[in-house]
């Protein structure tokens, strides 16, 4: 069965601590995102990536980075942790190019930053 | 205007009814449209896509599709407790490989 993982379910960082978020994928899909998912606000698209080193800012980029140094791992980076980026993150892969293929998403990061 | 509207609900339903979940987009270029099913604290799931006007169906679940009106739903027959969560409307833009995503409808089945 093909799958997005991501490395931790449940974390809990301190503000001001740099945090890593790290997807796998192993379905050679070219695409990955990184969404965050807050109640009300739905999912909002902070990075992406189309290529191996290659990354696009989303809706929300700031306070965040990543890195794509092989094509199956993506990682989001949350460079100083502040309490409003406590929320749900969601990393995703897909195909480039693949107009009948949706995403394929992890299994989700719940982020609390105390 | 959003780019794609769903009305966040919750839709109430009874056990055995059909749920209907309507979503409208603004970007007319959209040539793909997926549906997905997320439980309360998990991690969205694609149960249906739809690229070709009119009707998609599968088991008990079927897509609706019309370009012209913008306009794409889902239909979900003999309603289970187990439907019972948020679906996302998503289609793909269409110069790029995004999805771009509704908030959701919540959809809640009862006995």
């Known amino acids: 069965d093909v799958k997005v993982t991501q490395s931790s379910r449940y974390l809990v960082k301190r503000t001001g601590e740099k945090v890593f978020l790290e997807c796998v994928q192993d379905m050679d899909h070219e695409n990955m995102f990184w969404y965050r998912q807050d109640p009300g606000l739905g999912l909002r698209l902070i990075y992406f990536?189309?290529?191996?080193?290659?990354?696009e800012k989303g809706d929300i980029p700031e306070g965040y980075s990543v890195s794509r140094e092989k094509k199956e791992r993506f990682s989001l980076i949350l460079e100083s942790a502040s309490t409003n980026q406590t929320s749900m993150y969601l990393c995703?892969?897909?195909?480039?190019?693949?107009?009948?293929?949706?995403?394929?998403f992890g299994s989700g990061t719940r982020l609390t930053v105390v | 205007q959003k780019e794609v509207e769903q009305n966040s609900g919750p839709l109430s339903v009874p056990e055995g009814a059909i749920a209907s979940l309507n979503c409208t987009y603004s970007?007319?270029?959209?040539?793909?449209f997926f549906w997905y099913r997320q439980y309360s604290g998990k991690s969205p799931e694609l149960i249906m896509s739809i690229y070709s006007n009119g009707d998609k169906e599968d088991g008990r679940f079927t897509a609706q599709l019309n370009k012209a009106s913008q306009y794409v739903s889902l239909l979900i027959r003999d309603s289970q407790p187990s439907d019972s969560a948020t679906y996302l409307c998503?289609?793909?833009?269409?110069?790029?490989?995004?999805?771009?995503f509704g908030t959701g409808t919540r959809l809640q089945v009862f006995p």
């Open positions: 990536s189309y290529d191996v080193k290659m990354k």
């Open positions: 995703a892969s897909s195909l480039l190019g693949g107009r009948i293929e949706g995403y394929t």
């Open positions: 970007d007319r270029g959209s040539q793909s």
């Open positions: 998503a289609p793909r833009s269409y110069n790029t490989d995004k999805l771009i």
